[in-house]
């Protein structure tokens, strides 16, 4: 995300990292990390959240440009879902992760490059 500016509307912020700013902290998916003093309303310092939620922030003052990276977030899953996959099962048919909703299920793949 490059900016021009270190006070960014919510709302951009929102749509442009995937971060919503709440009153308990920068929120993505089921997951909030709490911001270090009160955010509260209207335009955020980005330093603030990059900070708090691990993205990378360079900037050249002195031409007033920003750029603000994805999340770091380690080596961890943010979450452990399956995409939708739909493949032939060993008979040829039609089979979809779909169907298994609700059950456990290890994926293991194999590619022979």
Known sequence: MVLR????EREAFAARTGWELKPEGACRDDRCIPLPGDVGEGPVDVRLVADAV???LVGDEARGLWALGPESGGRALTHARMPDLELPDRHGRSFSLRSLRGTKVV???WASW
Not at 5 to 8: C, T
């Open 5 to 8: 500016d270190l006070q960014v």
């Open 54 to 56: 691990g993205m990378a």
């Open 107 to 109: 994926m293991v793949a």
